[in-house]
């Protein structure tokens, strides 16, 4: 009898051994976190029906973990408030820091304007390498919010810094951050001195101007700090391993698609009579568009061919790494109504994250992390109304693209969150999705915030 109770109390400390050591998760392993910039479900269905048809399924699909996630931003003014609609700069602090911050604050406190840690900087601290690839400048709001601190987004070199107008009458200033006045200075200046290992991107054009502090240009103050600058992707093959920069255009880098004659999404046409009343005349769509390659890609490097090459430096000599990489134009293009530039870029995210699926097969311990920073305007809305045998001629307001699939029927997007020169974001719930390794520390729902302490406690576990 004793020796039943004796072999039941050993069995049952094993399996409370088992539960808290389970509850308690200490892992240290690569991190890759893929971010669509804009890529909300309504973006990833778009794109869905498009390359693979609405039966089939991206690789995005067929990954194990899929949680939703809350995004959060606040109002500078009054830091309690909150704001339910966030930008990408705002956004990706709150991932990078786990801070909650206004739109268009780079790795800084709403209204206090204070510098917040971010993951890089703690993975540095120890030896962990580092890398950022965005198809983007790679000054850009995502992937800065990784590296700089900074009060407004726009300040992306020593040209840019006091009193620059932005868009319509509007200025920023970022005088408070010049090197003159004790601050960490450009964005552009920030990234030299950053320490992180690859940069691959766009935005030369913040690299060639006049460093604040120095008669040389920021890209030769780059050279001096030991990276290795390349421009094209014959260049790019060339490097093996050691600090990388890589800018492959002056800015944004161009799409892989675009819509036919490079189309975007109109306004339909009303009939005269129809401008009276809502109920009288006619009322007619946007002609269909096919999608098309971009001609402007030419001679480029794919978001894969980057991410590629990033892997391959960050694990030259076996050791963690923590990467980021940004497909920033499924963003970029639904702000330009262009349904073909976004379900494009969402391509070349499905495509970086099968390299990444990859990599794993060798490297069974890196956590894949794919999500976006916010929602994005587009819908898709019926191609005939379900209102269309009304006598009265229905039609959605806004901009529409009516594209035609490679299946045959027309998708029929739209984009109504206002009619200036751009459409903006939305404040929905983003995915997060994940691979296997995520299975157990991925909860089912989180907020934006709450990515970075997962990110933190796996490639940096304490103890």
Request: hydrophobic share 40%; proline share 4%.
């Given at each position: 009898m004793k020796q039943i109770l004796l072999s039941a109390k050993v069995i049952l400390g094993t399996f409370f051994f088992l539960v808290i050591t389970q509850s308690i998760p200490a892992f240290a392993g690569n991190v890759i976190l893929i971010i669509g910039d804009g890529m909300d479900d309504a973006q990833i269905t778009i794109a869905r029906n498009y390359l693979v048809g609405p039966r089939g399924k991206l690789s995005l699909d067929h990954l194990p973990v899929r949680s939703s996630v809350q995004v959060l931003s606040v109002s500078d003014q009054n830091p309690k408030q909150a704001v339910y609609v966030a930008d990408s700069a705002n956004s990706a602090t709150a991932i990078a820091t786990g801070v909650v911050t206004s739109r268009g604050r780079i790795g800084t406190t709403a209204g206090t304007d204070l510098d917040v840690i971010n993951i890089i900087d703690l993975a540095q601290e120890r030896g962990i390498k580092t890398g950022l690839v965005?198809?983007?400048?790679?000054?850009?709001?995502?992937?800065?919010?990784?590296?700089?601190?900074?009060?407004?987004?726009?300040?992306?070199?020593?040209?840019?810094?006091?009193?620059?107008?932005?868009?319509?009458?509007?200025?920023?200033?970022?005088?408070?951050?010049?090197?003159?006045?004790?601050?960490?200075?450009?964005?552009?200046?920030?990234?030299?001195?950053?320490?992180?290992?690859?940069f691959l991107g766009g935005g030369l054009k913040h690299f060639t101007v006049p460093a604040e502090d120095a008669g040389d240009e920021v890209l030769a103050m780059a050279k001096q700090a030991g990276y290795q600058v390349v421009l094209n992707p014959e260049q790019l093959n060339n490097i093996e391993q050691g600090k990388l920069l890589g800018l492959f255009s002056e800015s944004t880098m161009p799409v892989i698609w675009r819509g036919e004659d490079d189309r975007k999404a109109e306004h339909s046409e009303l009939s005269w009579t129809n401008s009276i009343h809502w109920s009288m005349g006619e009322v007619t769509y946007p002609e269909p568009m096919h999608c098309e390659d971009n001609p402007d890609f030419t001679g480029l490097p794919t978001l894969v061919e980057m991410t590629d090459k990033a892997l391959a430096?960050?694990?030259?000599?076996?050791?963690?790494?923590?990467?980021?990489?940004?497909?920033?134009?499924?963003?970029?293009?639904?702000?330009?109504?262009?349904?073909?530039?976004?379900?494009?870029?969402?391509?070349?995210?499905?495509?970086?994250?099968?390299?990444?699926?990859?990599f794993t097969r060798s490297h069974p311990d890196t956590l894949i992390l794919v999500t976006a920073d916010h929602g994005q305007a587009a819908q898709i809305i019926p191609e005939e109304s379900l209102f269309a045998a009304s006598p009265y001629p229905i039609y959605s307001p806004g901009h529409v693209a009516r594209i035609i699939t490679p299946e045959g029927p027309v998708m029929a997007i739209n984009y109504a969150t206002n009619d200036f020169v751009a459409g903006e974001h939305t404040g929905v719930t983003v995915p997060l999705l994940s691979n296997n390794v995520g299975v157990g520390?991925?909860?089912?729902?989180?907020?934006?915030?709450?990515?970075?302490?997962?990110?933190?406690?796996?490639?940096?576990?304490?103890?």
């Open positions: 965005t198809t983007a400048n790679v000054t850009d709001a995502t992937p800065a919010a990784f590296y700089a601190h900074t009060n407004n987004r726009d300040c992306e070199n020593p040209s840019l810094m006091v009193d620059v107008e932005v868009y319509s009458d509007v200025f920023v200033d970022c005088s408070a951050d010049l090197k003159s006045n004790d601050g960490k200075g450009s964005i552009s200046e920030q990234l030299v001195g950053s320490g992180v290992d690859v430096v960050l694990s030259a000599e076996d050791s963690d790494f923590f990467l980021m990489i940004e497909s920033a134009s499924i963003d970029k293009q639904a702000h330009r109504r262009k349904a073909c530039g976004s379900i494009g870029e969402l391509q070349q995210l499905n495509d970086a994250l099968d390299s990444a699926l990859v520390i991925v909860p089912s729902m989180m907020t934006q915030p709450e990515i970075f302490g997962l990110i933190k406690d796996y490639l940096l576990p304490e103890g």
